[in-house]
């Protein structure tokens, strides 16, 4: 299984920015984060502000004087910039890059400062490049959303989500032998219904079929539609 990056921030120039890198690691739970040469301190008040509940990361932030130190204890490295700067690398998108990991390494993604990214000489230190595609005409990002970006696409690897899913807060949906019923009931009525011309019942009835096959209805929905037909039906 692939480990959680370790995030590297190399010389940032705003405490609130940390702050909110800090954010979009926890929202990926990525947990550790090292800053090179910062600029202002990753606890300042302004930081811990931004981090929105992720203090904790901030409080456990390594601090290193230069690059090489920030890299020494790791086993690979990537560069996350949009300028590899003609140098001679592999670079890969950040879902490829995720993906394709080498298993129980420790791993380290390097960001640069707000103002210029990452410089040749850091960038000179990293086994691969990792490229975010984007809009060629503006390809900009702020840190916290590159760092999100990258995050996001380790946390994939690490959970099962379906595609999409039915919110029923709590009620059943109903089976089959429920929704005949109430069809049948309601059925009934339009054939009855004198308003409702002969030759347009059959479609009609069709039409009723489909829409309420299609809803899902729950068991709360269902008598919701039971009471407003026999309100509707009721004669003063």
Do not use: W
Not at 54 to 61: G, H, K, T, V
Not at 87 to 102: F, G, I, L, R, S
Not at 117 to 122: A, K, R
């Amino acid at each position: 299984m692939t480990t959680a990056p370790i995030i590297i921030l190399v010389k940032p120039q705003l405490a609130e920015n940390i702050g909110m890198v800090a954010r979009a690691m926890k929202n990926c739970n990525v947990k550790e984060l090292r800053v090179v040469a910062p600029e202002q301190s990753p606890t300042a008040e302004i930081a811990l502000r931004a981090s929105s509940k992720s203090e904790e990361i901030l409080q456990n932030a390594k601090i290193y004087e230069n690059t090489k130190e920030a890299l020494a204890d790791l086993e690979v490295v990537y560069a996350a910039t949009a300028r590899p700067r003609h140098q001679v690398k592999e670079v890969m998108t950040a879902e490829y890059a995720m993906q394709h990991t080498p298993e129980n390494k420790k791993l380290g993604v390097m960001f640069g400062c707000e103002r210029t990214g990452l410089e040749n000489e850091d960038i000179s230190l990293a086994d691969k490049i990792i490229e975010i595609p984007l809009n060629p005409e503006h390809s900009s990002l702020n840190l916290a959303q590159a760092v999100l970006i990258i995050c996001y696409e380790y946390y994939k690897t690490t959970i099962s989500v379906e595609g999409k899913r039915f919110i029923t807060n709590g009620g059943e949906v109903v089976n089959k032998e429920k929704l005949f019923n109430f069809l049948n009931m309601l059925d009934s009525k339009i054939k009855v219904n004198p308003k409702i011309k002969p030759d347009m019942t059959e479609t009609l009835l069709r039409n009723v079929n489909n829409i309420f096959t299609r809803a899902e209805l729950t068991e709360q929905e269902l008598n919701s539609l039971y009471g407003i037909v026999n309100i509707l039906s009721h004669k003063d």
